[in-house]
Nanobody, 124 residues
Framework: QVQLVESGGGLVQAGDSLRLSCAAS????????MGWFRQAPGKEREFVSV????????SYADSVKGRFTISRDNAKNTVYLQMNSLKPEDTAIYYC?????????????????WGQGTQVTVSS
């Protein structure tokens, strides 16, 4: 089993930055693609970004491309999401997820383990 714990969320103003972290425990996730999703109130969970096991492959939702950067440190079993130029529409609960399947999934169905989420609120 894999446990994922997100941290780094908070309340910021538009234009500010935040860095989210996702720490994995219970089993190494160094061979797993890792993703970030978010869910705003009243909306479905949506894909934000994913990173391959080596960090060499990444993908982003169009809404965050150029503003968010995903990275990972396999020695620390941790994945990060650097969020710059935040907008009010980025307000959501952000979830970290891990996939055992070896590909780079961009839908929630492709993931096997999920964290509890961390709240990000961006005020205008």
């Amino acid at each position: 089993q894999v446990q994922l714990v997100e941290s780094g969320g908070g309340l910021v103003q538009a234009g500010d930055s935040l860095r989210l972290s996702c720490a994995a425990s219970g089993r190494t996730t160094s061979s797993y693609p890792m993703g970030w999703f978010r869910q705003a109130p009243g909306k479905e969970r949506e894909f934000v970004s994913v990173i391959g096991w080596s960090g060499g492959t990444t993908s982003y939702a169009d809404s965050v491309k150029g503003r968010f950067t995903i990275s990972r440190d396999n020695a620390k079993n941790t994945v990060y999401l650097q969020m710059n130029s935040l907008k009010p529409e980025d307000t959501a609960i952000y979830y970290c997820a891990a996939s055992r399947r070896g590909r780079i999934p961009t839908t929630s169905r492709g993931y096997d383990y999920w964290g509890q989420g961390t709240q990000v609120t961006v005020s205008s």
